[in-house]
């Protein structure tokens, strides 16, 4: 089997040397990196620490909702063009695929940023992804210029950038809910936002937290992922963080996603998996444990971006289901 790019990086003992000085000096567009751009009017100063602000109380949706989807295209700059693709809850009779530009459902719906994987595109996720939209959640999917399958000058440095480009993607999908004639007019809850992402795509979610924290973004849900490249360095206002590795993972070892764990500084939990891989509960071939982890984070969005502290409390039996996983409850 050819060897993982992403295992490769980590097997190199200079990567993380590298990839933190190119986090600094390296960015398509403006020409500043994340980190290095102006904070929007009353974020929190980075590397500060904040107090803790409680979850607005609220009622996620109890139902499920039929899911549309559609592509959007834009680029950073030079080349970094980023392809776009958006799940969505949708009018109609949930369950069967996702109707390509179906008409949005009424109501506003929190937004959740995903990043793929290395050789990864967002179609891969789709199973995972679908769930969170069919829960009442708009899923926005960007596919990284230098990272994803069929890339024409494939970099696995290019991670660092992505949580730039994330944020980028981020900025123009919540404009849309003031765009006239857009059909998400109207339907993002652009103040309840989450960033997820697996295993290089983890890395992505991680850095939105750390050296290019996006102060819009209040969750995170790392799959198989580790801080490898933008540290540890958490800051802004406290975001909860769910984590979701599983122990015989053979390209991002359980303990690295770990240790990133075990230094977020917000209310968080870690849904280990014993017996869980790379991807198997995460691209479908593992379906129970796919049920898990959807159950679990579904529950975890609910809380975060809908304040629905009876999802937080449902979240525990979630994860306990089947005896698959194990959770270290810290949220």
């Known amino acids: 089997m050819p060897r993982h790019p992403l295992r490769a990086a980590l097997a190199a003992a200079t990567v993380t ?29 980075p590397g500060a620490t ?23 295209s ?5 080349d970094r063009r980023l392809p776009v693709t958006v799940w969505y809850p949708a009018d109609g009779a949930p369950g069967g695929s996702p109707d390509r530009n179906a008409r949005v459902a009424d109501g506003r719906f929190p937004v ?20 969170w939209s069919a829960a009442g959640f708009v899923v926005v ?41 857009d059909p998400l007019r109207g339907h ?18 991680i850095g939105l937290f750390t050296a290019g924290r996006d102060a819009r973004l209040d969750a995170g ?4 992922g580790t801080a490898l490249g933008v540290g540890t360095a958490f800051s802004g206002a406290a975001a909860p963080q769910l984590f979701v ?7 991002v070892a359980y303990r690295a996603g770990k240790a990133a764990y075990d230094r977020v500084p917000w209310p968080k939990a870690m849904l280990t998996l014993p017996d869980g891989d790379h991807v198997g509960a995460l691209l479908g071939s593992d379906e129970q444990a796919l049920d898990v982890v959807a159950g679990t984070t579904v529950e975890f969005l609910r809380w975060t971006l809908y304040g629905d502290d009876r999802a937080l409390r449902r979240l525990p039996t979630q994860a306990a289901r089947g005896g698959l996983a194990t959770l270290d409850d810290r949220l």
């Not at 834009?74 to 030079?78: A, D, E, I, P, Q």
């Not at 959740?112 to 891969?124: A, E, I, K, N, Q």
């Not at 590795?245 to 390209?251: I, L, T």
């Open 188 to 205: 993002l809850a652009v103040d309840r936002v989450a960033a997820a992402g697996h295993s290089a795509g983890g890395v992505t979610t």
């Open 74 to 78: 834009y680029n950073r700059g030079g």
């Open 141 to 181: 999917a960007p596919s990284y210029p230098h990272t994803s399958r069929g890339a024409s000058d494939f970099q696995v440095l290019d991670v660092v950038n992505q949580p730039a480009d994330a944020s980028f993607v981020l900025t123009r999908v919540l404009a849309l809910d003031r765009e006239a004639g």
């Open 221 to 224: 849900i790392v799959l198989a």
């Open 245 to 251: 590795h599983g122990e015989r993972d053979d390209v």
């Open 50 to 72: 904040a107090p803790a602000s409680p979850t607005p109380a609220g009622v996620a949706p109890n139902r499920r909702f039929a899911v549309g989807v559609r592509e959007l």
């Open 112 to 131: 959740v940023l995903f990043s793929h994987g290395l050789t990864g595109r967002p179609s891969d996720y789709r199973t995972l992804l679908v769930r």
């Open 17 to 45: 040397t590298a990839l933190a000085a190119t986090l600094t000096g390296c960015s398509a567009g403006s020409g500043r990196s994340v980190a290095e751009r102006p904070a929007p009017a009353g974020s929190p100063t």
